[in-house]
């Protein structure tokens, strides 16, 4: 059974803002499926309606077979969520926040206790129980406020945002926990900008925009949009200046964009032979030069015809 | 429903937690209530301090539903705790009545005051409280919808404080809720029998017999109570919601 479906949403708000504009979803019990795109996609729209706080305005949607709409009770035991900007208050602490999250699931003290020990434990906010949240940086503070899902048992675990505050290897560290819940046979929908964050986690990725879902599948499904095309990166000195027979010469090979306050020229080439061409004419003329593989951003670049800011 | 219990109290619990490490701010919610009381004793006697004392208890118990419109617009626009508990096993009654008995376990310590008050002014029968806790617990039933209502409408934090005050003062002080009811004209008395705490306020002068201006009576009072309370419940289903449209 899949843990979520969604057919055919629309959400407009009062104001007549549509934000979702038909959105048809379908995610795997047991999969970490994400949903990527710029602020303003419709992500948090499409999860609140998911997560029965919200009322679409047409469409449906279930979880694990339940419609969140008529049948909202039993969608509610089966789910937890973190909410995007939301926060824990300053004057409690790490305890208080996770082990009454616990008990809201309605576990008793013994096992509220045992959950909350536990993971506090694995997001290394042990030795800070007992301190004021006020007293943690918002890093940890955001551990906490995460923290109050995943003590939860739910089967589904939605994520809004989850890594937004944290460090590097705080996030590698929550990456890590989220995989050994899919491990544990949970499913987990997550909603994040970080296009690293779904290159590294997903099972499954939708790419969203202006209330559209734009691309879906794998990882693998995804980048294979963009077909077979080798992105190269030239690195020159921004002392000098790109002349333009260098740039008549480079159109000749592929596709590119100058960046000039970095000193980048980004070249998409589909032909392996003027791929060797480029190469030969970088070294030629000294400068550096990275290969990369195609990346979501990519993508995103093709099917919306644009740079889109995901990065705040 | 053990696991309705145990949310409700984890939500009281989590509530009073922050109130209870702020020893200052939980002082000044006790003192609150009492600071009309005392104005009232001064420029009125010894009367004026028991129909202080009487309002001081009204409002201390009755206010704490409204005064849960302030966490209400927190919790759903600042911390996000709504649309946490919305999408959890918690329900809608749950929290408000977790939310409004966090409130009303707060006012315990003014209602003892004024219960020990009372009797050094005027020695009553022991027993009287139970009728006159009965009334108190009906007008923080009453009112509780309209702290929800304002909870559920109000989307700026900044707002909400002056609105739960303003409301405040019109149930507290446009209403005889601190002074006998005959103090004001009779044209305008039937006015304030539209304001629902004026029949709170007279129901407990009845009961500890304080009044000399018994107004609709008991019975008269009571019903008003009943369809106050009907109204605002009604406006409060319509208005306020768990989930957002």
Redesign the interface.
Known sequence: MDAVVTRDLVKIYKGGVKALDGVSISVGEGEIACLLGPNGAGKTTLV?II?????PTSGEAYVFGYNVIDE??KV??L??????????????TPW?EVY??A??????RGEARRRTEEVLKRLDLWEYRNK?NLELSGGMRQKVYIG?VLV?DARLL?LDEPTIGLDPIARRNLWRYIRELKNEGRTILLTTHYMEEAEELADRIYLINHGRILASGSLDEVLSIIGRKYVIQLDYSIRETISDSDLEYICELGVYSVDPNAGRIRVEVEDPDKLLKLVKYAVDRNFTLTIKQPTLEDVFIKLVGREVELYD | M??SL??V???I??LL??LL??PLTFLTIVVWPMVPMIFFAVFMGREGMYYGLVGMLVTAVSFTGIYTAQDYVFNRV????Q?????????YIEYVLGESLAQLIISIPVVLIGYILLYELNPYNILLLIPLTIVLLAGYFMLMPIGFIIGSKVDDPSRVNGITNMVAIILSFFAPVYYPLDYIPPWIRLITYIIPTTHIAQLARVILNVTKAPGLGLFGHSIAVVISSAILYIISIKVGGW???
């Open positions: 609140r997560a029965t706080q919200l009322l909202s009770n509610r035991e789910i937890s969520v973190s909410p995007q900007e939301g926060r824990v208050y300053l004057t409690t208080d009454f999250a008990r809201i699931r309605g576990f008793n004021k109050r939860s939605i | 053990i696991k145990r949310r109290s984890a939500l619990v989590y937690k922050p490490k702020q600042l911390v996000k705790l649309d946490f508990l919305v999408a959890s096993p918690m329900k989930r957002e449209v």
